[in-house]
């Protein structure tokens, strides 16, 4: 149920879909490297900086605009789209002069020697748009002022009404009302960027008013192919982004007549500038900048010649499906352990997925691979978190299982260690209890005698009782830390491996009163008695070797630290075990004496509840363990 709320929430995530963007932009690069670019379709004229040195600053006379659009027209273009937009009348032309001076001056002025035709630019520049049979431009907005003409538009009497489209505007800024009155053709040159500030796709269609518009690219296209839309299954488009671009032409070069025909003819010439302020840039997912412009030259390019890509959103859903039902296979697998699988598995879809994807990317088809590998590697992420959070306390659990299976053990060497310190205690109270009932018999149990007899067992019976505390201080799960000497600690040490030891095995080690630890003295005792049986183990193992065996307890206090040393003169460790002498199951006795977990518990314990370290050397008899706690524990 928690997967299932994860990919409900990759869903809608703004997330997922940038990354999706980044695999697109991808697939985009490395399928640039096994295409090959056929001749481009289009050509670009540009307003550029070339031409304001030679013809004056923008805007120009609708003269000068009229004369450029016949010298494109003359060079025969298959289409002609003008990416300019002309809301205003061009104030400078004879005719609004005139008007000008009489409606503010009341005054008449005459243009002598020029021609009547010549005297409204306007007129001039809408007569060459309508002989070129150019596209106009147009621009939709949100929340903003509509010219009353432009209210009215209605492209080829809407052909487009069977059209469904998610963009809709509310706003529209289009060309004067006597050009675009005259003009059939035109469309919206609108391009967005993604969330992620790269430019993808282009819409084809947008809704003005219940009314459907194409854009500037498919417009241009519908001048000379009017059923192309009919094609088109989407409402917007991603484009491919060749490396190379059409050619660009200044359109100073295009007046003077020194572009030469055949760079022009039967191509589609998109008109437009490349002014600073009049031209906006987008990034491409190749990294480069392009123009508005080149948008749509590109866009042409991508219809003409079908390489845009189509996106159906199903793909996403279908994804979104698969990578579900894997992560619930994975998370299985996890819990089984079967980690082999899970690569495989991992490996294999990803090889799988990206041939499938970038196969349907060479025919044009995105299937938003995203959504499938990067919330598969999310979740692969999370459930292997999950799973070693697991492991850590399953491993937590084995630890504690093993420590409470060496305490069961040591319970077993602790009953047989009281039942050996008890038999004499209670040999000796039972001699002295015969002792004063034979006295009493014979009448002659004096008053000193029976204070001497039951002194000596009070005595005996306090030894027991500090046995008794041993054992259950040994055992005891709710332990606070308590201040006790190393001094006393060593003889319980001793004590309780006096049973173990023989006439060919001594034990010595220096009690020294003053070193006081506060800490756990049982957790300490055992970890002593571990490093002390193992030690005895050896010495009787090579007593034929060593001829006498001999441990020594050393203890030190260095700063805040006390370090207690165990040695032995059994040979030492091999340098192949020494790495692998902490490990679980790891051991050098033979199956009958040891399980391999006496040091690993050992490690455990000092590093755990006595928040200190051991280590092992050899020394120059023997193996030296080495035991360092804080003299503080608390």
């Not at 010495?539 to 030190?556: F, L, Y």
Request: hydrophobic share 40%; proline share 3%; with cysteine.
């Amino acid at each position: 149920m928690l997967l299932l709320a994860i990919y409900f929430y990759f869903y809608s995530s703004e997330y997922l879909q940038k990354s999706d963007y980044k695999i697109y932009d991808y697939m985009m690069q490395l399928s640039n490297q096994v295409k090959k670019e056929n001749e481009f379709y289009t050509v670009i004229v540009n307003i550029d900086e070339k031409s304001l040195e030679v013809l004056g600053q923008w805007p120009w006379s609708r003269v000068i605009n009229a004369n450029l659009v016949d010298n494109i027209s003359a060079l025969n273009p298959s289409a002609l789209g003008i990416n300019i937009l002309f809301p205003e009348v061009d104030r400078i032309s004879p005719l609004n002069i005139q008007n000008f001076y009489k409606n503010f001056f009341n005054l008449e002025v005459e243009f002598r020697n020029i021609p009547e035709a010549l005297k409204d630019n306007d007129a001039l520049f809408t007569q060459s748009i309508q002989h070129a049979n150019a596209t106009l431009s147009t621009y939709f907005y949100d929340n903003g002022m509509t010219a009353k003409h432009c209210n009215a538009l209605l492209y080829h009497e809407n052909i487009l009404k069977s059209r469904e489209t998610k963009f809709q505007v509310n706003s529209l800024l289009c060309n004067y009302n006597a050009l675009q009155k005259k003009s059939q053709n035109f469309g919206f040159v609108n391009a967005w960027k993604d969330s992620d500030g790269i430019f993808r796709r282009i819409p084809l269609f947008m809704e003005y008013k219940e009314k459907i518009f194409p854009s500037f690219a498919l417009a241009t296209i519908m001048s000379f192919d009017q059923e192309r839309y009919h094609d088109l299954s989407t409402d917007s488009i991603l484009l491919n982004f060749p490396v190379s671009r059409p050619k660009i032409f200044s359109a100073i070069d295009i007046l003077k007549g020194s572009v030469p025909p055949k760079e022009i003819r039967g191509k589609i010439v998109i008109l437009g500038t490349s002014l600073i302020g009049l031209n906006s840039t987008y990034k491409t997912p190749t990294g480069v900048e392009i123009s508005n412009s080149m948008i749509h030259a590109l866009a042409i390019e991508n219809m003409l010649g079908n390489n845009f890509l189509r996106q159906n959103p199903i793909y996403q859903k279908i994804n979104l499906l698969i990578s579900f039902l894997l992560s619930l296979f994975i998370f299985y697998l996890f819990k089984k352990k079967a980690y082999l699988k899970i690569v495989i598995i991992l490996v294999t879809t990803f090889i799988i997925s990206f041939i499938w994807a970038f196969d349907k990317y060479l025919h044009n088809i995105y299937v938003s691979i995203g959504y499938l590998w990067v919330t598969l590697l999310v979740i692969f992420m999370l459930i292997f978190l999950y799973h070693l959070r697991e492991r850590s306390r399953e491993q937590q659990e084995q630890e504690a299982f093993l420590v409470r299976q060496s305490k069961l053990a040591s319970m077993g060497e602790m009953i047989s260690l009281i039942a050996h310190q008890w038999r004499q205690p209670l040999s000796a109270i039972n001699g002295t209890v015969l002792a004063m009932d034979m006295d009493y018999r014979k009448n002659n149990l004096q008053p000193k005698s029976f204070d001497n007899y039951l002194n000596d067992i009070e005595e005996m019976t306090s030894y027991l009782s500090r046995t008794i505390n041993d054992f259950t201080d040994f055992f005891s799960k709710n332990k606070e830390a308590q201040v006790f000497t190393m001094a006393t600690l060593l003889r319980q040490a001793n004590q309780l491996t006096e049973h173990a030891l023989s006439d060919k095995v001594t034990l010595t080690y220096e009690a020294n009163e003053h070193i006081k630890v506060k800490g756990y003295p049982s957790e300490l005792l055992q970890s002593l008695l571990v490093l002390l049986n193992n030690a005895i183990y050896i010495c009787k193992e090579k007593i034929e070797e060593i001829g006498e065996g001999r441990i020594h307890i050393d203890v030190q206090e260095h700063r805040k630290r006390v370090i207690i040393s165990v040695e032995d003169n059994g040979g030492g460790i091999a340098k192949k075990d020494m790495k692998k002498l902490f490990s679980p199951y790891f051991t050098t006795k033979s199956k009958q004496n040891g399980t391999g977990l006496g040091l690993y518990i050992l490690k455990m314990i000092v590093e755990d509840s006595l928040d200190g370290t051991i280590s092992v050397r050899n020394g120059k008899e023997g193996a030296i363990f080495s035991i360092e706690i804080p003299k503080n524990m608390d």
